[in-house]
Structures are given as C-alpha cells and as structure tokens.
C-alpha cells in the first residue's frame, strides 16, 4: 500500500484497523542471488539499492534478532557531513544528499530534520580547528558556517555564558545536518525493499560460510538451515570480528561500547544538535521532549550491551559545564551499544579477500548517518565486484599500504577515535 | 568494574587506563612488513575471554595484564606486566 493523505484519511475512516503489515515475513529460500547478514540500517538499505539501483530483487537480508534491534535502533540519531578529510567527506555528503529525499523516496516518513549541527568551541586551538574543518567542508561544497559567540548563545541560550574557565568563543554550524528518527530508518528501508521483493528473514542466526573448492562463497549456514547465495554481503556492525571470523578474516577492528542517555521530557529548549568542545558531550531534543545525549566511548573491549558508571558520571560532569540549568532534569534512561572501532576511525566499504564475500562495518559511533551513502557505494560494490569511487577509500588494505583514513590523528588504538 | 591490582588491592575502574590485547607481540625489527602489520592493525577481538594491558595510572602506575571477559566484564586474573618473553605469573 501507497501511504499517502487519501490511504491515511481512508483508514482514519475504519478505525485504523485496516493497515496492512509494512513488510512479509517470508519463510528462507533454497537460493538467492545476494545475502546479506545483519537487518540493520545498512543491511536493508543495502538489500533496497541493489533492488533499486541494480535489478537484483532476488536478495535476501537474514537478521539474528530483530531487524533494527542492533546499533541502529541504539543510536543518538545524528546526520551531518561536517567531516575534514578529501576521502571522507563525497561518502558523507551524498549520504547527506539522500537523507534529504530519503521520506519521500521510501514513502516513509523518516522524520528528518534538518535543525543543523552545531560544534562549540572554547579555545583559540579550537577555533583554528573549526575553522580549518569549515573550509574543507566548503571546498568539498559542503555548507559550512562560522558563528561567534554572540550568535552561538543566540542559537542555545541555555549554555553557561560565564564559564571563566572554557569560555564560550563561537561555534561551527552545519545548517542543513540536523537528525532523523532512528527506527523510522529501519522500517522504511525494510518496507521499501520489502515491496522490491527482497526477503527479509529475522531470527535467523548465520553460522557458518559455504566455499566451493575454489574458496569462492556459496552459501550461508544459518539457524533456520543452510541458505545458498551467489554473493555474501556483511553488515553487522559490533559482530564484524566474528562474522569475519568464520570466513578466516582476521580484521583491523576492536569492539567497544558507546553509551546514550535520555532524560524525561521537557519543554522544546534545545532546537539544534549541539557539541560541547570540552572533554565530550553532545546533545538534542526528540519530538517528544526527551533530552538525548551522550558522551566518549567507555574505553575497552566490550560486547555487554550496558554501560559502565563512570561514563554516566563524566556526562553528568561535562552536562553540568555545558547546560547547568539542565542539572535538575531526570535521567529516564540509558543504555550501551557494541561499536566496531577501528585503527583510524573511518569504516571499511569494501570487498575481501575472499571471493563473493563483502564487507560494510567498522562504523566505529558514525554510521548512522553514512546509512543512506554507504548503502548505495556498498550495493554498487557488490553488485560490479569493484567499489564506487566513494567507498574507494575504505578499504581493507589502506593500513598494510600505509594510507590509514585517520581524521583525529588519533593512530592505531580504536579507543582514541 | 573494578580490578584487583597486584600492589593496591581492589581499585574502581576510573583509576586505570586501557591499553588493548595482551596477546599481540612485538616482531623483530627485521620481520617482513606483514607482520607489522599484523602487529600494529590486527586484533581477534574475541568474544569472550580476553588478556589485555591496563595501566594503573592514577594509583602505583604498574602495567598490569587483566584477564577480563568481554561479555560479562568479570575479571579472573590481574599480574604485573612482565618483559615479553619472560614468564607471565
Ligand atoms: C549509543 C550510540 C550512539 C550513536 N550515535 C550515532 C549518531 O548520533 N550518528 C551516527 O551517525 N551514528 C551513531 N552511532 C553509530 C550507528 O548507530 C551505527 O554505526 C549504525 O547504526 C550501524 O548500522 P548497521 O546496520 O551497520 O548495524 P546494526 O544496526 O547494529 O545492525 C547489525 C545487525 O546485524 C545483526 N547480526 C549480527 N550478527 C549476526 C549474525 N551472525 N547473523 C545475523 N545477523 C547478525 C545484529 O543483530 C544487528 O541487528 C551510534 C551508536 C551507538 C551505539
Ligand atoms: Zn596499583
């Protein structure tokens, strides 16, 4: 079914009782063209490009839990393209580029909103960063926009204008970022691929890779059976290590745990996504009044999806810097996700060295606004065996060929990214 | 989480900095690049049990080597960081 006014007005008329499921839930087929391991974001939306941008329909997405229950429906919800770097910042911006469509396109509504990103700065080394970071992004064609001190409290009143001790001194803006709703993203691709005839298989657990003689992919082991695929594309973010694993990859990636806090609703007073510049803090407003914020990594391997206390007390620090009027509002909530961190922060959209078998992970706490790009660069990869040249750059040998992806400088230990 | 330090007894988490996989060893300066490589980039990044380097930098300042699950953060092990080569514990 088309969602649109007339089919809303329709089934206001019956009582909402009418609408059918978004999506099958088909039984696995003996075969499919592509597999694809992991129904997160990038998963679906990588099963929606290849049916969309490629013709191949006959693709299915097997997804351990639920679909949408990893990093993606566990995330702050930031979309932007603010980045540094050449090679980073065509993947961001196209991504960026088609959240801008991306409601209309599915027939979903993604609740994108474009209420800008905004990066506060509190020292002269700040602002020459800023400002070294804004002119990349405008000689990249990114918009970019230098605010300063009067214009940043202007934007978000509530900061503490008389910190002595990390004054506010201006900000760097991104108007058009801003931030979407999370689960909406999940669904809509779902759908969408869905209706493109994609299967999409949840509680479905792959175990296992099937090669042929030649070492070539053939087919998944999963916990509903054996399933046989002519390619085999990965998306599983926290799992990357593992998955790969089982096909003899040993990969540049750690996993970590990146925690978010929700606080009980307020009224609307934080209309942007804001950045604290000192240690880290960032934060939104949702629709429903919830403050949504979050803080740095907590530090070292981790696959428990919960977090650790001394994170919720270095939020509540910097909180207390940052917003000290908020020092009252109540934490509703808060929890942890599993990262694949990587050796220079930035993700791998790639092949492998095996053949039939690709790789989309290494999101460190980045991917959810690389959805939309990155899907698109990783069904291109998959569907022509050679990357678009958005994703050329992040591939897996970028370290043994000495060009690491590395904007924070931050060298090979994935808990400094 | 909090690791039970050889010298200063049981210590909360805030007191220690993380360093990574324990298992990974430095290869002869002459070794071909790939072990480099391997040595600098790559990690099993296990599930599971895990032996890994701590640094007691707020407390006595040891180098320590943790034996700490990932899943369930329970710590089985934690010795004082000895030259490679030599016999751990
Ligand atoms: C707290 C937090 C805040 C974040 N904030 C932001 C933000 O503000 N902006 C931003 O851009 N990014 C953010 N991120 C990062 C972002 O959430 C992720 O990079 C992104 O969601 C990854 O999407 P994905 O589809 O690759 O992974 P996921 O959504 O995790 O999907 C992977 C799926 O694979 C499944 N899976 C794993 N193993 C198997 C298997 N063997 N068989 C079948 N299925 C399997 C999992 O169950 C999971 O559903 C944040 C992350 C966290 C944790
Ligand atoms: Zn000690």
């Known amino acids: 079914m088309q969602y649109s006014i007339t089919s809303l007005a329709k089934q206001a008329l019956r009582g909402h009782q009418g609408w059918p499921e978004a999506f099958r839930h088909p039984e696995p087929q003996k075969q499919y063209d592509v597999v694809i391991i992991g129904g997160g974001g990038h998963g679906l939306a990588t099963a929606y490009y290849l049916a969309k941008n490629h013709g191949i329909t006959n693709v299915a997405v097997l997804e351990k839990g639920w679909i949408g229950s990893g990093n993606t429906g566990r995330n702050t919800t930031i979309v ?228 650790n206390l001394p994170i919720v007390e270095d939020v509540a620090e910097a909180m207390m810097m940052f917003l000290p009027s908020l020092g009252r509002v109540r934490l509703l909530r808060h929890w942890a996700g599993v990262v694949d961190m990587t050796m220079d922060g930035s993700p791998y959209i790639c092949k492998t060295p095996v053949e039939g078998l690709y790789l989309n992970g290494g999101w460190n706490y980045t991917g959810f606004k690389a959805i939309p790009g990155a899907a698109w660069c990783f069904a291109h990869t998959v569907a022509n065996d050679a990357p678009h040249k958005f994703n050329a750059p992040f591939h897996l040998d970028r370290f043994a060929e000495g060009r690491p992806v590395d904007a924070t400088g931050g060298g090979p230990f994935p808990n400094h990214h | 989480m909090r690791i039970p330090c050889p010298l200063c007894g049981d210590r909360p988490l805030e007191e220690f900095t993380y360093r990574g996989d324990a298992t990974v060893t430095r290869p002869a300066a002459a070794a071909p690049m790939e072990a480099w490589v391997d040595y600098v980039y790559l990690r099993d990044n296990p599930k599971g049990p895990h032996r890994e380097h701590w640094r007691h930098a707020q407390g006595c300042g040891s180098w320590l080597v943790v034996d700490r699950n990932t899943v369930t953060h329970e710590i089985t092990q934690a010795a004082q960081a000895r030259p490679a080569g030599e016999v751990q514990r």
């Open chain 1, 80 to 307: 932007r393209s603010n980045y540094l770097l050449n090679s980073e910042i065509p993947l961001l911006e196209w991504s960026l580029k088609l959240w801008e469509g991306l409601s209309a396109e599915l027939n979903y509504n993604v609740m994108f909103s474009q209420r800008g990103v905004l990066d506060i700065f509190h020292t002269d080394g700040q602002r020459d960063e800023a400002v070294r970071r804004g002119n990349a992004m405008i000689m990249n064609g990114v918009d970019a926009v230098m605010l300063n001190r009067q214009q940043v409290l202007e934007m978000m009143p509530l900061v503490d204008e008389n910190n002595g001790r990390f004054p506010v001194l201006g900000g760097l803006l991104q108007p058009r970022a801003g931030n979407a709703r999370h689960d909406a993203v999940v669904w809509g691709y779902a759908r969408a691929a869905d209706r493109l005839g994609v299967d999409i298989i949840q509680n479905c657990e792959v175990t296992g890779f099937e090669r042929d003689a030649d070492g070539r992919m053939t087919g998944v082991e999963t916990s509903r059976g054996r399933i046989g695929a002519g390619k085999v594309a990965v998306a599983v973010a926290g799992h990357t290590s593992q998955v790969m694993q089982m096909a003899g990859i040993r990969l540049p990636v750690e996993s970590h745990k990146l925690q978010a806090f929700v606080s009980e609703a307020v009224k609307p007073c934080v209309d942007t996504v804001a950045t604290f510049g000192v240690g880290h803090l960032y934060i939104s407003q949702s629709d429903k009044g919830g403050l949504v914020f979050g803080g740095m990594l907590d530090g070292y391997n981790s696959f428990a999806q919960r977090g």
